[in-house]
């Protein structure tokens, strides 16, 4: 059999019988990775002896629970310690930081058995997995087009039978356009939802980790454990985390659900409206009531995030001086010329970019205009989905306006880039929790996103809908032929 | 011409709590470099800061006790700047929602008392600390995330006495809140000042300087009064002000423009968005305020009243609070406030400064000097013993009647017991016989003395003195 072709659920069940055991699936990733690996480059770091290795080190006490056994895969920007942790950047080259994030400890205590690192673009700065230092990440379903990015890597892993699930961050759509072009599932929690101790911070108040998992239920059983308040992380909400696995079953029928006219917009894909249309249509099937809405500050979405990211990334990655870790150039003169340096040959264009970008919203003479102005829309925004949130209990959109493009297609016009991330942003802005399935495919079979965005800490819902919807289709099933 | 000197003052304070501000380490002072530092102080990527509410607590006593409106809301921003003893390259801080603005703090000149207004008191973070060697430079972090607190003043003083009385208030005041060590040499507070020239009448400011680098009160005076004599010589000349920060070189004694390199940032204030929002409390405000002890200036008015102690007497003794304490139990024990302030200024306060110790340490409790104070009131020691019966006192921690008992100190005043020290000392002494003779009645305490010194001390004065004249009137 196939394990690593399997969910996390499937696996658990095959385990608790005794069928299999956990180095058995560890095994069975292995041959994939070496069979697929050099066709995909999803993986940023991976060492087979020390998966094997941490495979046998298992902690029988914690068998018991569903992700005992389970190997998984994390995006390259979240720590482990005394591991490679390197935002697929040349700056970060060769740092192992000297502790564990969060999220590792909550799902290694739960028995579940860390590979390695998924490629993502340099420190999630992009949308297609193009800008990592090990070079672009491919989709499983076209390995001439990109798997959508920034954790790309994480997505292709799963998507390609790599990894059983993975975990990603999202800042402005990083788990869920890379899921929908993938064809898998994608979960942004709320923001605070999740501990981001250990996530190394692209924009801190947009920030999220999250699952990508073959299906809705891994997608659910993955958030209920990496969910919680943090005493590290000021951030982190104390917030009840419900049983998902139960909320999730319950049917749709009456609930409303929106769909808002500006994210049918000119230019996208007809394939990809088509095929939201028949989802839509689907879900009226299963009983919910679907209407037509609208979130009028949608088109400022892309500008402001633009602006409040850069701005915060800019401070973020000012750390990264060659001073006490990473990278250091030689040969320099001066303490300046250490830090010109060190940067200059350490980031890649577009951090480089996106830097210079958010330096200047936050210069003086230019933040009231740019980055303060940015923070008012930005709560128009979160205003628009509060009130449609009174009315709806969901909102669904396709996650993206195009499927998988090609590799270098959009790589020299950095705008028709940020554009691939246009019905995703909001949600970072807002706070709001979103999940990306797959609900159809193109001519040339590559897969197309629905997204479902819900409010604030209610997982449960967008988990519900998405749920019956995957059980009511067949997308999730098809695999890629790699 | 005449000119006015403005100055305003920025001071940062270290505040004593066990941990830093952001992470939980400790604060302690003189450990090995970089032991105590963990991802967060570090500024290690995917770190996040967690807020010690006690630092919060520590800077609202502050606030509240100089009289400043606290913030409904405390926010936190970030500072940007590279620099290598910064590890994130940013410094938590607050920029435009300070934890406390508008107090007023008093100092007492020679003509008055003035009110120096305080525009704001902000917390933040403190830096690593740099080491510079011959070709490379060593950082130790163990400071980097000590919570600090900036309390600015307006530019309410007039010239460098002022800033010198204010910071010696401000200290006092520090020291009564127990909020930080107040330790200039060790870094635990730390001074740069703004100071500019204009004419007499002016109310426009003229161009200010910034002056670093001063580690004590008194090099902050000295550095204001040689900048205010230079922007002064400038201004004779027809010459401009050049703004810019100016280092103090204490060696020379005079203030240097630092390099340029090092200043003009744009530090790119914005909204810190790891640290959410903190709110206070009524209550936990209320608290707060009880907490806060009675003030030096309170405490001087005070003792003034209730003791009758002059202004400067009453001054010296509440600008700390130990020895006001100290006074005050004094005081009440031994019921007259005069002469234990004449002790506590004079011999103890000598003994203590000989010996480099505080009240705090000085090991002599309120009950033994007012025993020994009784003992000088009823006679039983002379005030000269009593000098040299405090160190013993204070050295062995002794019991003052045991001592003088074991050591036989008690004063003589019995003419029997006397009676062989006058006639040897009129004896030995007939010069000032003859000059007693002679109408020179100071003689009389010349031979007063000689018998002190036989007697090593313990002679009642007035008796010696009864006696001799009593004798030399007989020998006449």
Redesign the interface.
């Known amino acids: 059999m196939e394990l690593n072709t399997l969910t996390a659920h499937n696996l658990a069940d095959l385990l608790k019988k005794g069928d299999i055991s956990p180095i058995d699936i560890c095994n069975n990733i292995i041959d994939k990775i070496e069979k697929t690996e050099n066709k995909l480059c999803a993986l940023a770091h991976f060492d087979k002896e020390k998966a094997l290795e941490r495979c046998g080190n298992l902690d029988k006490a914690a068998e018991k629970n569903l992700l005992w056994g389970i190997p998984f895969f994390i995006k390259d920007?979240?720590?482990v310690k005394d591991e490679l942790?390197t935002?697929s950047s040349r700056i970060?080259k060769n740092?192992k930081?000297?502790?564990n994030?969060t999220v590792i400890g909550k799902l290694t205590d739960l028995g579940a058995v860390l590979m390695g690192k998924t490629n993502m673009d340099e420190f999630a700065f992009g949308s297609s997995t193009e800008t990592s230092c090990y070079g672009p990440t491919r989709n499983p379903w076209d390995t001439e087009r990109i798997p959508g990015g920034s954790s790309g890597g994480s997505a292709a892993a799963v998507a390609g039978d790599e990894a059983i699930f993975a975990l990603g961050s999202d800042t402005g759509g990083s788990i869920r356009q890379p899921a929908s072009l993938c064809g898998v599932v994608g979960l942004k929690p709320t923001y605070g939802r999740v501990s981001?101790?250990?996530?190394?911070?692209f924009?801190?108040?947009l920030d999220q980790i999250g699952p990508i998992t073959k299906d809705v239920e891994d997608a659910a059983i993955l958030l209920k454990a990496i969910s919680g308040h943090d005493?590290?992380?000021?951030?982190s909400a104390d917030v009840l985390v419900p049983d998902y696995l139960s909320g999730m079953k319950k049917s749709v029928k009456g609930l409303k659900i929106g769909v808002p006219k500006e994210y049918f917009i000119e230019g996208m894909d007809k394939e990809v409206k088509d095929s939201l249309k028949i989802a839509i249509d689907k879900l009226e099937k299963l009983g919910a009531v679907c209407e037509d809405m609208s979130l009028p500050h949608t088109e400022y979405a892309v500008s402001v995030y633009y602006l409040v990211a850069t701005?915060?990334a800019?401070?973020n990655l000012?750390?990264?001086?060659g001073?006490?870790?990473g990278l250091r150039a030689d040969n320099v003169k001066s303490?300046?010329d250490m830090?010109k340096k060190t940067r200059k040959e350490g980031f890649g264009d577009e951090a480089k970019r996106r830097i210079i970008l958010g330096?200047f919203a936050?210069?003086?003479g230019y933040?009231d205009a740019y980055?303060a102005k940015a923070l008012k829309v930005r709560t128009l925004i979160k205003t628009d989905f509060d009130e449609a949130f009174q009315k709806f209990d969901a909102i669904v959109t396709p996650t993206s306006p195009t499927a998988a493009f090609k590799i270098g297609e959009k790589t020299r016009d950095p705008l028709t880039m940020y554009l691939s991330d246009i019905f995703t942003i909001s949600a970072n802005l807002a706070g709001i929790p979103g999940i990306s399935i797959p609900c159809g495919f193109t001519k040339n079979n590559l897969p197309i996103g629905l997204q479902i965005l819900g409010k604030p800490f209610d997982e449960e819902m967008i988990l519900r809908i998405a749920y019956n919807y995957e059980q009511n289709t067949d997308w999730h099933k098809r695999k890629p032929k790699l | 011409m005449s000119y006015e000197i403005v100055i305003g003052l920025e001071v940062h304070l270290q505040l004593n709590t066990k941990s830093k501000v952001f992470c939980g380490c400790s604060t302690d002072f003189g450990s090995a470099p970089n032991t105590q530092t963990c991802p967060v102080c570090l500024g290690f990527p995917g770190s996040l800061p967690v807020l010690n509410r006690l630092s919060l607590e520590l800077g609202a006593r502050v606030a509240i006790a100089l009289n400043c409106q606290i913030a409904k809301e405390i926010r936190f921003d970030r500072k940007n700047y590279f620099y290598p003893d910064l590890p994130k390259d940013y410094q938590i801080s607050q920029f435009d929602q300070p934890l406390a603005q508008r107090g007023v703090l008093n100092i007492i000149t020679d003509e008055a008392e003035k009110k120096i207004r305080i525009r704001r008191v902000h917390l933040e973070e403190d830096t690593g600390k740099l080491f510079h060697q011959k070709d490379s430079s060593l950082i130790d972090f163990n400071r980097s995330g000590i919570p600090l607190l900036e309390i600015v003043s307006e530019p309410d003083m007039n010239s460098p006495e002022e800033a010198y009385l204010y910071l010696t208030a401000l200290k006092s005041v520090l020291e009564y809140l127990d909020v930080s060590d107040c330790n200039m040499e060790e870094g635990s507070l730390r001074c740069d000042a703004n100071i500019s020239i204009r004419k007499k009448g002016d109310k426009e400011l003229g161009t200010k300087t910034e002056i670093k680098n001063m580690n004590s009160f008194k090099g902050v005076k000295a550095a204001l009064e040689y900048e205010s004599k230079r922007q002064i010589d400038l201004l004779e000349d027809g010459k401009r002000i050049i703004q810019e920060t100016r280092l103090y070189n204490v060696e020379r004694c005079i203030t240097e423009p630092m390099r340029s390199k090092e200043e003009a940032h744009d530090y790119r204030y914005f909204p810190e968005p790891d640290l959410v929002p903190f709110y206070f409390k009524e209550d936990f405000l209320r608290d707060i305020e009880k907490g806060i002890p009675e003030l030096p200036e309170p405490k001087r008015n005070r003792f003034i009243k209730d003791y009758q102690l002059s202004n400067y007497d009453a001054a010296v003794i509440v600008s700390d609070k130990d020895t006001a304490d100290y006074f005050e139990k004094c005081a009440r024990l031994h019921g007259n406030p005069k002469t234990v302030a004449n002790w506590l200024m004079g011999d103890i306060s000598a003994y203590m400064k000989e010996n480099g110790i505080v009240i705090k340490n000085l090991n002599l409790k309120p009950e033994r000097l007012s025993g020994m104070l009784r003992m000088i009131d009823s006679g039983v020691i002379t005030g000269k013993i009593a000098k040299t019966l405090l160190i013993e006192i204070i050295k062995t921690g002794t019991d003052p009647e045991e001592l003088v008992k074991e050591k036989g100190l008690e004063q003589i005043s019995d003419i029997n017991l006397l009676e062989n020290a006058v006639d040897e000392a009129v004896a030995e002494n007939q010069k000032s016989v003859v000059d007693f003779k002679n109408g020179k009645d100071n003689a009389v305490m010349f031979l007063v003395g000689r018998v002190m010194q036989k007697t090593k001390g313990r002679a009642n004065p007035n008796k010696v003195n009864e006696m001799l004249r009593e004798k030399l009137k007989g020998a006449k």
């Open positions: 920007n979240i720590c942790t935002c970060l740092f930081p000297p502790y994030a981001r101790y250990g996530l190394i911070a924009a801190s108040s005493e590290m992380d000021s951030t701005a915060e800019s401070s000012a750390r990264f001086d001073v006490q870790y303490m300046m830090y330096t936050l210069s003086s933040y980055y």
